[in-house]
């Protein structure tokens, strides 16, 4: 069974930085694309970013676009999200989750496994 890791959350000040990782196992995790998702307080679960199960394509949500950067060990099975400039509305849980195949894809359904999310909380 593949199971999904995520670690790394926690509180940040605004601009600050922060390292998802998400570590994988049970599963051939270099023949997926990877992808993160966020969930604030209310709200829907939304697309942050995918990568490519080589790691040489990504893509991201406008709204992370330039401050956060998604990526991958194969020879680890883990994925990164490294997020830079943080805001208070980048506060959600973060989840990782895995690519029903090997495609760039931002919609939820197209990803099988998903991660357990990890707290992130960006505020002064």
């Known amino acids: 069974q593949v199971r999904l890791v995520e670690s790394g959350g926690g509180l940040v000040q605004p601009g600050g930085s922060l390292r998802l990782s998400c570590q994988a196992s049970?599963?051939?995790?270099?023949?997926?694309?990877m992808g993160w998702f966020r969930q604030a307080p209310g709200k829907e679960r939304d697309f942050v970013a995918t990568i490519s199960w080589s790691g040489d394509a990504d893509y991201y949500a406008d709204s992370v676009k330039g401050r956060f950067t998604i990526s991958r060990d194969n020879a680890k099975d883990t994925v990164y999200l490294y997020m830079n400039s943080l805001e208070p509305d980048d506060t959600a849980v973060y989840y990782c989750a895995r690519n029903r195949g090997n495609v760039l894809q931002t919609a939820r359904e197209t990803f099988d496994y998903w991660g357990q999310g990890t707290q992130v909380t960006v505020s002064s």
């Open positions: 049970g599963g051939t995790f270099n023949r997926y694309a």
